[in-house]
Each structure stands twice: as structure tokens, then as C-alpha cells.
């Protein structure tokens, strides 16, 4: 297969690489182009998000491109929440009653590499890095980049360029300077920033806690989690507000203040901590939004994807995972409109306005429900209504696992279900729990089925009713 296009991609984050592969095993020609060095050849930089959520959702971008087995190796089971305590105490609470559903912790760079080793290795994809784009000339396909080490600048032309440059990126902004394009575009800022740290492994290598579980210690307003690493320390995550509330960033600014808050708030996890200050101090602090935009593509010869159209907050651990699902989607509309083989077109244009109609509503789904997320991870697992909704779809799950599943099941085990349905589905279900237990229907002298039959019934009467709003 010799195809005529020469394709572009700006970015070699996990949605670029991704993509990069995908376009190579189809044939086509692909130059990657990142900003940074090449994450293969140096170290890590500090505070970067160095693991993250990985479920079945990810999973099919992986087996689509044959890394499916390669990947497990890098991943670590976490079967629930592991929820701390005000009082210092502990509970698991599972993220299924379905046991074989869990999700994995897995290093960014880990996976980012294996996509990049795997795309290095076709001979008609080239990487380059340390070329940061400037610009991108829409109409005439053409991208300025900025050579890190020479500062000279290098022009790449391309019949299709790609945008993965990830949640600030060059090519969505260009496409927003030219009104003429009239590109929708909104970011919200979240009130709170995030700080990364770390539980070190013990001295003989092994976990200082449970290694099995996503370890959360909700506290109101802010949180602070831990998700496992293979070497057997754990990426500590801060979520804290900026400037607003009794505790935040402006106000924490001396080792004192720090060393107080934590004690204050989570003694069992600072005691995990030996380089706690020294890392507040030195980790940078991050900033979190939501990015929507649309459109995503121009004159059928650019697409922007990934975090680039949909920068979400990382609360439904599903950002990664919505921008690897972007190129599963994209891959189906390629099969379908890639045309003449003979003459090697392909039909881009019907590709990116097929792909970005499917696509939207799904992203800005998944966008809204990790902001849910938010308040459901800080404030509702330690809500006592919270828990017992948990506990009762739990036993739904394990006990009826053909007639039930969460709403965070359906968002993370249903890779087949759209975002957008499981968010309607799933917040139904939940309006459908909470209101029957507040209103006491859900009886102890009930059996689990009769239960089950009460919250189906709820959840179809609620949907029903959102069809008639709608549709009014
Ligand atoms: C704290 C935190 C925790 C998260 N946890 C999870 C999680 O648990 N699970 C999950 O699924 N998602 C998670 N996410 C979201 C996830 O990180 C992103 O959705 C994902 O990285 C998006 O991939 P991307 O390739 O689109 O963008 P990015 O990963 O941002 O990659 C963009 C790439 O483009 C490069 N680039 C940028 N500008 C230019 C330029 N001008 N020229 C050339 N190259 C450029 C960048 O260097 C980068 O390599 C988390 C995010 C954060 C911030």
C-alpha cells in the first residue's frame, strides 16, 4: 500500500504516538514532531503526572494497534478506593462488584514509550523532537517549528496535519485567531491547582501501604490521592484550591505551613512522606480546565485531538483514555472513507466531519462528568448516603451483573457504551439510589432483587421524564 498523503502530527504525547502508529500501520507517511527531547533518552521531570488511571476504555486503542499484551506489563490492579479517614481509619470501597473489573495505575512515560518504540520501528513514520511549533498555516498545510538547541526555524509541509499538542495547543489557537473559521472556544478554569509527591518504596523495595487500590483521603473542599508505581513507591497527588478557602496555595508558602496542613489533614500519609516539604517546594504546581472547542477540523486538512480539542480535569481518570478512544473513532471513519486504494486518496474531509459530529457530544460528556467526579472524590465518599448508594450498586453489580452497572462502571468497563449515554444512564441511576433512600423505599425487609426492580423502575420513569423536557 503506497498512499499519497504525507501527514503531519504536532505532539507526541500519548495522543500523537498513538496516532503516529495507528497512521503508520495504515501505510501512510508520518513525520511526529515534538517539542521536548525525546522522553526515551532522558530523565523524567519532576511532577509531571507520573502515573496515571488506566481501564478497558484504553485498552481497545492498545489492542488496536497490537500493543494490547505489551501493555498489561506495565500495569498495576487497583480493585477500589482506598478511603482514609478524618479519624485515621481506612475502607475499601470496590470500583465494581464485578471482580474482574478494576482499573490499573501505569507510568505515563512507561506507556508513552512503548507507543514511541513501537511507531520508531515502521519505516515510513520519522520522529523528531526538540522542534517546537510556532505556527501553523491552515489553508496551505505548512507548520513553523523552533529548533530548541539552534533556535533555527524549520518549515514542515504535509497534505494532513494533526494538532496533539496537547490542552495549549499552537494549532487550536491558530485555527482561533482566523475569525473567518469561527472556532467555538471556552476553558474553564478549575478553583483548585494539584501538586505532585511521593511515598517512596520501602527499604526492601516493597509498598508502605496497599498497593491494590487507588488511595484517596477526601476532606471537604480539597483531597489528596495516591495511585501505586512498579517500583513500589506511589505518586501522591494534592488537589488544593488556588487562593479561595480556609486552606490553599497562596497560604501555604513556609516549610511550617506545609509540615502543619499535613499534619493537620492527613498524619497517615505524611508519615509516608520523608521529602514531603522539600518536594512541595520544588514540584511546580499545575493548573486544571476544562477546554471545549468546536469546530475540530479546517478545509478538510486539519484535525486537532486529543487533549488539543478536549482538555478535561482529571477526576474520572478518562483523559488519556477520550484521547485514545479519538483515534479508535478516527481509525473506524479511515476504514470506512479511505477510498481508492489504486489511487491512494483518501477522503479526509468526510473522515474529520463524520469523526468530530460522532465524537463531540461524547467528550464534552466525559468532560462534564469528571467535574461530577470531582465533587464525588473530595466530599461524597465520605457522605454516609454516598456509601450506602455505593455499597447497594455494589451488590447490584455482584449479584445481577447482566441488569446492572454503575454509572462509573459504564464510564470505565463499557468501552462500548459512548460517554454520552453512560452519563445519562448513570446520573438517572443515581438520582433514581439517592432519592429512594432519602425517602426510605429502599427497606431493609425488601430482598436485593425487589431493590434492584425499585431502581430500575425509578431510573426508566427519570429518563422518561428528561425525553419530555427534551423534546418540548
Ligand atoms: C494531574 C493529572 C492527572 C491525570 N490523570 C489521568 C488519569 O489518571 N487517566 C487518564 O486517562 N488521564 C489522566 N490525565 C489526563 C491526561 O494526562 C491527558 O488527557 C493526556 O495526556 C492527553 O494526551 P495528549 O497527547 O492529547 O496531550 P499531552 O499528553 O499533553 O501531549 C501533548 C504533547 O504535545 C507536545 N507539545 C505541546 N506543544 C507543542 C508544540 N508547540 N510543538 C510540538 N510539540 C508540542 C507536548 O510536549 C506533549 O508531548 C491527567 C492529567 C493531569 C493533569
Not at 471556552?186 to 527499604?203: C, F, M, N, R
Not at 496555595?249 to 511550617?256: D, G, S, V, Y
Amino acid at each position: 500500500m503506497n498512499k499519497k498523503e504525507n501527514i503531519l502530527i504536532i505532539g507526541a504525547g500519548l495522543c500523537g504516538s498513538l496516532l503516529a502508529l495507528r497512521l503508520g500501520q495504515r501505510g501512510y507517511t508520518v513525520k511526529l514532531v515534538e517539542k521536548r527531547p525525546d522522553l526515551r533518552k532522558v530523565e523524567q521531570d519532576a511532577g509531571r503526572s507520573i502515573n496515571l488511571a488506566f481501564s478497558d476504555r484504553g485498552m481497545k486503542g492498545m489492542r488496536m494497534v497490537g500493543l494490547g499484551e505489551e501493555v498489561k506489563k506495565l500495569c498495576l490492579p487497583m480493585l477500589g478506593r482506598m478511603i482514609h479517614n478524618t479519624k485515621g481509619n481506612k475502607f475499601m470501597s470496590p470500583y465494581s462488584g464485578k471482580k474482574e473489573k478494576f482499573i490499573n495505575s501505569i507510568s505515563r512515560p512507561g506507556l508513552n514509550m512503548i507507543l514511541l518504540d513501537a511507531a520508531d520501528k515502521l519505516p515510513n513514520v520519522t520522529l523528531i523532537f526538540n522542534q517546537s511549533c510556532e505556527h501553523v498555516d491552515l489553508e496551505n498545510t505548512k507548520a513553523t517549528f523552533i529548533h530548541y538547541h539552534t533556535k533555527e526555524e524549520i518549515i514542515h509541509t504535509a497534505d494532513i496535519i494533526f494538532g496533539t499538542d496537547g490542552a495549549g495547543s499552537v494549532l487550536r489557537n491558530n485555527m482561533f485567531i482566523d475569525k473567518d473559521l469561527r472556532l467555538s472556544f471556552s476553558i474553564d478554569w478549575l478553583t483548585h491547582s494539584y501538586k505532585e509527591l511521593t511515598i517512596p518504596a520501602s527499604e526492601n523495595g516493597g509498598f508502605k501501604t496497599d498497593n491494590n487500590a487507588l488511595h484517596i483521603w477526601p476532606r471537604g473542599e480539597n483531597m489528596l490521592i495516591a495511585l501505586p508505581n512498579l517500583d513500589g513507591s506511589f505518586t501522591v497527588t494534592l488537589f488544593l484550591a488556588h487562593e479561595t478557602g480556609a486552606d490553599n496555595f497562596q497560604k501555604l508558602n513556609t516549610p511550617e505551613k506545609v509540615t502543619e496542613y499535613f499534619e493537620r489533614e492527613y498524619p497517615d500519609a505524611k508519615a509516608l512522606m520523608p521529602n514531603l516539604v522539600k518536594e512541595f517546594f520544588e514540584n511546580p504546581t499545575g493548573t486544571l480546565g476544562t477546554v471545549k472547542c468546536y469546530p475540530w477540523s479546517t478545509f478538510g486538512k486539519t484535525l486537532i485531538m486529543g487533549d488539543a480539542a478536549h482538555a478535561i480535569v482529571p477526576f474520572y481518570g478518562q483523559g488519556m483514555i477520550a484521547s485514545f478512544e479519538d483515534v479508535v473513532v478516527l481509525d473506524k471513519y479511515i476504514e470506512k472513507f479511505e477510498g481508492d486504494l489504486e489511487s491512494g486518496q483518501t477522503n479526509w474531509e468526510t473522515i474529520f466531519s463524520e469523526y468530530q459530529k460522532e465524537r463531540k457530544k461524547d467528550t464534552d460528556a466525559i468532560a462534564d462528568l469528571a467535574i461530577d467526579n470531582f465533587s464525588e472524590m473530595k466530599e461524597h465518599t465520605a457522605n454516609p448516603l454516598f456509601q450506602q448508594k455505593r455499597k447497594l450498586e455494589i451488590a447490584f453489580e455482584e449479584n445481577f451483573p447482566e441488569r446492572y452497572n454503575s454509572k462509573y462502571s459504564l464510564v470505565t468497563f463499557n468501552e462500548d457504551i459512548p460517554y454520552s449515554v453512560a452519563m445519562r444512564r448513570g446520573r438517572a441511576q443515581d438520582k433514581a439510589i439517592l432519592n429512594l433512600l432519602d425517602d426510605g423505599k429502599l427497606v431493609d425487609s425488601m430482598s436485593l432483587e425487589e431493590k434492584l426492580i425499585l431502581v430500575l423502575n425509578e431510573t426508566k420513569e427519570i429518563l422518561h421524564d428528561d425525553d419530555i423536557a427534551k423534546n418540548l
